[in-house]
Structures are given as C-alpha cells and as structure tokens.
C-alpha cells in the first residue's frame, strides 16, 4: 500500500467511522482521522485494513461545505487526488475540489456503493465468505439442526427423542429412560434445537443442589450453552442490574431447595416468564389428592406459567402411580384430570399393544386385529386406510398408511406424546452384572448392643425400628460414644480392605446409606492400608464434591476408591469404572437401581462386578435376599420393585424389626411370583407401548445415518 498525507481511505472493518483522512506516516506505521466519528486509528502499513477511496469520471461527490460536483477529470499529484467538474448547485465549470475537502460524512455500507467505489476483496476471501454463507444456509434449513453441533455420541434413542421432542413448539414431556440410557444428553439435546430455532430464549433449570454443576459442565461442554447458577448471593449480587435478579440472564440453573425455602425468590423466579423449565429428578415431586408436597407445589406454579416443560426420572413410579400421575399432570392438565381414570385407562393399555405390534409386523391384519383398531379409533373413519393395505397399492402406501393407524393408535391412547421411556431390554448392548453376595459373621459388640437397644429402645414404630436394626454400627456408636472405633472389628471393613488391595489397577467405588460411615470408611482404610480414598456426601459443598469427583476419577495419581452416601447414588456418573460395594443397602427398590445406574450406563465398555457384603443374621442379610431372590434387582433392572414392596410391606418392615425370618421364603416367593407377573404385564402393556414409542426404530437410525453423512461432507 502505498501512502501519502491527504489521502482518503476507509476502514474495511468499520465501515461507520467515516472518511477518514491520512495524517501522519512513519516507516511502520500509518496514522488514519475519522473526523465524522471523531477517532483516530494507528495501522501497521503493510497490513492495514483500509481501502483507498477514489472517484471516477462521471460520479457526483460531496464537499465538505455540503454543495456536490460531478466529476469530469481526475488529476493525480504527489498521490493525493484532484477532482475538476461543474457544481451542482450553481452550475459553476471547471470547479477543482481537493479530496482532502471531500465530506467526512462519506460511507461505503451497501454491497453496490463498495462494488462502484472499487472497495473490492481479493477473490479467495469472497469465496471463503461464500462457502461460509452457504455452510450456514444448509444448516439453518436442515431437518437436523441443533443435532449436529453437540458433542455427543450418535445414540439412535437418544436422537430420536431429541429430533422428536426438539421440533416441538412449547414441549410438554416427561423424559423417563431407565438409568444409565442418557435422559440429560437428552434434555440438553432439545434445549440446544428450541434455541438455536428461536423458539426459546429464556431458560430455567431446576435441579437437586448436588447436580448443579454436573448440569453447568455438561450444558457448556457438549452443548456450548452458558447457564448461570443463582443462589442467594448471586440474586443479591443482580440487585445492581434489575429488581429481580432472574432478569439479568436468559439461561438459569438453580436448585430446588434455593426455591422452596424462599418464598422471595420463588416469586421472582414465576415473574421471570420463560420460555422452557427443565427439572431433573423429578421423581422427588410428592404429590397427594389431599396433601401434595412443597416441592411439587413450586414447580406446579412454574409449569402453570411456563410454555415449555420438560421433567426427567429414571423412576417414575418411585413415590408411587399416583406421584407418577401427578408428574403427568404438571405436563397436561386436562389429559391426565383424574387419577382413578388415568388407572383404568393404564389397565386398558395391552390392547392398544396389540394392535400397534400387528401393524408393526407389516402382515394382513385378521379381521379380529381390524376389529380391534376400529373400536380404538371409533371416532375416526379407518376403512380407507384398511383398503389402502389390503388394495394392490405400492408399498410405499402401504407403509405410509400402516403408519398412520400406527401413529393414530399410540398419540391417542397411552401416555402418547407426553411421556418417553426406553429399557435396556429394548436399547441392548450393556454390560452384564456380576452379583457378589458375601455373608460375613456378625461381630459380638453389634450383637451386644443391638440387643441392648431393643431392650432399652422405647416406644418405636417397627418402619423406625427396622431402619436402625439395618446400620448395626450405628447402634454400636449410640453406646460406645462418636469415637468409638467400629470399623477396626467389623467383618465388612476386614473384607473391604482386603478386595481393594487385590484390585490395585481397579477403581473402586463404595455407596453406604449415611454420610457418617463414609466418613469413618475412608479413615479406616487411610489408617489401616494407606489407601487413596475420597469421599462424597451431603455436608459438602457443591466445589467440593466435585473435586472429590475429580481426584476419583484422576487416572495417574487419582484415588482408587471413592465413598459415597445415599446422594451419590443420583446424578452423578462413573462408568469409567467397574467395581461396585454396596457397603449396606437401601430401605427402597428404585434407590438401589440409582446406585448400581452410577456405572452401568451408556459408556461402560466392561461387565460390572457389584459386591455386596452383609452380616449374617441380620436385617442386612433379609433385605439382601429379598432383593436378590424376590426382585432379581442385583444382576437386572427391576422397574417393578416399588410395586413388590408395596405389596409385601408390612411383612418386610416386621421382619426387619424384629428379625424373625420365619416368613422371609414365604415372602421371597411370593415377591417373586408378583414381580414375574407384573413385568409381564408391563410387558404386554404400558412398556411395550412405550418401547414402540420412545426409541424410534428404524426411524432412529436413518437420524443417526443423516448426521453422520453430512459430519462426512461437511467441508471448511
């Protein structure tokens, strides 16, 4: 480029500031004044962003006095340019005007005045910036957008849901894949397509406090989507920006006890008006005819407010089919408006199943099979669509009709559009569970003081009374004092110590019920052995519980084990590895599944070994044969198990008080029948309906083939 003072040249990145003039000029640098925008840019002159702006015969230009010329000869001295024409306002010829004296006011906005100034790039970046505006058009029409900008892994299920769900103008749905099958990738999915289409900007995510920032990380790192967390001190901090501080971001994550405890914030947080309101864990959310829970309560009034709502369990039945109703009341009020109907209508579900698996099999329905779909959609006319599969129609009709009964039946009975589940029956490829049961002896000082506590223990209610009898060395601390070392004479620890240091290349994870003996745990083995443990419970903050993630999950120079409580049973994944202890077991079915979901989950490439030591005689060893010979819950999933339990209640809360097993093999298998009955139910039903609805089938792999062929020709 070559220079000289006077000249007029503009910026080619800010095309606003003006004409600017050249006012000083050394050997590296060049000095630029923008007088229209009163500013000043210093350039390196071998690479500066400016194009020198010149005027050709027959242009009107503009002085800086505000009268116009219309060019009719360019005279060039010393490199600064001379314009020679007639003034438009006085017609006065042969008028010369300095081009230091043309109007500061001069811009180059529009692609026509560039292209007439001669403002031109080179060819090579027009080409870059036209392959890039291309790039961009493609993904903004594509069918896929908002799938292929994640990193994630291309789960057929997991897309499919997405690509479902995501397309979806103000969704409604309950996310309830089983644990380990992706139910976060999931929502993240279909948060990532309802912004990137515009069709929501304002977000809330309300998640137990422990998972607060595994949603943050996974939201930023898969999804480049940046929440913020509020809490007490951050709304505080917003009360500079806005009188409530939801205002000041479009993206929020908080937990659900920050709302339930602050009737302050609560109210803030339903004035925020948003879009899309995700909450995790949703199986948490109690709800009665007569009593519904605080929790429910809030998100109730959010969901009421909120176009959009997507609530995700592993265990919808948790808290029971009425607890499940209610979450599916949040989503569709007047859907799900009664529970003894919802009841009987998911007793009629086998039927629809029926029908749905005749049209899946693509062979001629019976008249029985015809019979039975045209009563389900009695208000609807089939019998065109039966004459389309019975005619000599292509088989590309025969397909489209076969679907729509297919689509008509499924979105019309069931749970239909607003609930998603996938099993690992149906999804397949997991690893296999070795089950370890290990009967230890009962050490004499628990036997000692339990039988002291039941001489000594009051007025207690037997669920009460068996959920101590379960936690031995509880009872061995209420005598002995905080102090008291029990895990140097516990059978458990002995065992635990010795698996651990046979396991040194494995990492090791151990879940106990309270937070006490995992504290106790890691001090036995850091005093004992010398191992590397961390631990991991509810008296930790949030930082801290992820570093002690971290530093498990550490591959050189990491802890081995890591000691969880019940908390760390939710949420919280570490499929990277293999070894589960169950140090004692759950009062609840479904916990027990959350527990052994924190390994076997999408991403475990090795079978699992899940140890569970318990003393002899026992409520331990009650509980750990119930679950074992009565559910199976060890070595499968076990989506009936809260049914079994509340069935057999009573009769395992008695025996684990009292420890009398003279009915434990009556109740084994009895639970054992009902559970094979139930499932088989479910399998001729409810799930099977599901299945059919939520992984997609063939309709998922072609989503999977589509990305993947467009990630290989995509070019840069």
């Known amino acids: 480029m070559t220079f000289a003072l006077g000249q007029r040249w503009i910026s080619d990145t800010e095309s606003d500031l003006g004409l600017g003039t050249v006012v000083a000029l050394d050997a590296r640098t060049v000095s630029l004044m923008f007088a229209a925008s009163e500013e000043n840019r210093v350039y390196a002159r071998n690479d500066a962003p400016v194009t020198r ?113 995501g397309r979806r103008f103000a969704p409604r749905v309950l996310l309830a894949d ?26 809330l995510i309300v998640v137990p406090e422990t998972l607060q920032h595994q949603w943050l990380v996974e939201m930023m790192r898969r999804f480049n989507l940046h929440f913020s967390i509020f809490d007490e001190e951050r709304c505080i901090e917003a009360y500079a920006e806005s009188d409530n501080p939801f205002d000041t971001q479009q993206l929020v994550l908080c937990s659900l006890d920050f709302l339930r405890k602050s009737r302050k914030r609560f109210e803030q947080a339903l004035e925020g008006e948003w879009d899309l309101l995700v909450v995790d864990e949703a199986h948490h959310l109690e709800w009665s005819q007569e009593q519904p829970s605080r929790q429910y309560q809030v998100v109730e009034a959010l969901a009421e407010k909120t176009p959009g709502v997507l609530l995700l369990t592993a265990t919808p039945e948790q808290l029971g089919r009425e607890s499940h109703f209610a979450r599916l009341r949040l989503l569709d009020a007047d859907r799900f408006f009664d529970y003894e109907a919802f009841v009987k209508e998911e007793d009629q579900y086998a039927p629809v199943a029926d029908a749905v698996t005749a049209l899946f099999s693509g062979q001629a329905l019976a008249d029985d099979a015809k019979n039975q779909i045209t009563e389900l959609l009695s208000e609807q006319d089939v019998e065109p669509l039966f004459n389309v599969l019975e ?59 339990m039988r002291v506590s039941g001489m000594i223990g009051g007025k207690m209610t037997p669920e009460a009374r068996a959920m101590k009898m379960l936690y031995p060395e509880e009872i061995f601390q209420e005598f002995e004092g905080e102090d008291s070392s029990w895990w140097q004479f516990d059978s458990r620890v002995n065992w635990l110590i010795e698996k651990i240091t046979a396991k040194r290349s ?142 057999y209640e009573e009769s395992i809360i008695n025996m684990l008080a009292s420890g009398d097993t003279s009915e434990l093999d009556d109740v084994i298998e009895g639970s054992r029948q009902y559970n094979q009955e139930l499932k088989h139910e479910l399998e001729q039903g409810r799930d099977r309906l599901l299945e059919m609805h939520s992984n997609g089938g063939e309709a998922a792999q072609e989503i999977v083939e589509k990305i993947s062929q467009r990630m290989a020709t995509r070019t840069w």
């Open 178 to 203: 089983e644990v380990g099958l992706g139910k976060t990738i999931e929502a993240g999915m279909i948060i990532h397509q309802q912004v990137l289409s515009g069709r929501a900007q304002r977000i």
């Open 391 to 449: 005619s000599n129609a292509s088989d590309e009709e025969k397909a489209t009709a076969r679907q729509e009964l297919i689509d008509n039946l499924m979105d019309r009975h069931g749970t239909g559009r607003v609930l998603f589940r996938n099993t690992r029956a149906a999804i397949k490829g997991f690893p296999t569970r070795n089950v370890n049961l290990i009967p230890m002896p009962i050490p004499q000082q628990y036997t000692t003081s």
């Open 53 to 165: 702006v010149t005027f050709n015969v027959g242009d009107v230009i503009e002085c800086q006095e505000g009268w116009s010329l219309e060019v009719e000869e360019v005279i060039e001295d010393q490199g600064v340019f001379t314009y020679i024409g007639t003034r438009q306002d006085t017609e006065e010829a042969n008028v010369a005007l300095r081009e230091i004296f043309l109007s500061h006011q001069i811009r180059f906005n529009k692609p026509q005045d560039k292209l007439f100034a001669g403002q031109i790039d080179r060819m090579d970046n027009f080409v870059l910036r036209y392959r890039a505006l291309s790039n961009q058009y493609e993904q903004h029409k594509s069918p896929m957008r908002g799938l292929c900008g994640m990193r994630a892994g291309l789960i057929p299920h997991q897309l499919f849901i997405a690509h479902e769900v």
């Open 506 to 647: 494995e990492k090791v994870l151990v879940i106990a019920s309270r937070a006490s003996t995992a504290l106790q745990l890691e001090q036995a083995l850091r005093e004992r052995e010398g191992i590397r443990a961390t631990v991991f419970h509810e008296g930790m903050s949030i930082l801290e519980r992820d570093k002690a993630a971290a530093y498990f999950a550490q591959e050189e120079g990491g802890a081995q084990v890591l000691i969880c409580s019940e908390i760390g049973s939710e949420g919280r994944n570490f499929q990277f590895a293999n070894q589960l202890v169950m140090f004692d077991l759950p009062f609840n079915p479904d916990l027990l599944e959350q527990r052994i979901g924190r390994l076997d989950r999408i991403g475990q490439k090795r079978d699992i070994d899940v140890h569970v030591p318990y003393l002899e005689g026992t409520s331990q060893g009650i509980l750990a044969r119930w679950f074992n010979e009565g559910l199976n819950a060890f070595a499968e999933t076990c989506p009936t198990g809260r049914m079994v339990y509340d069935r």
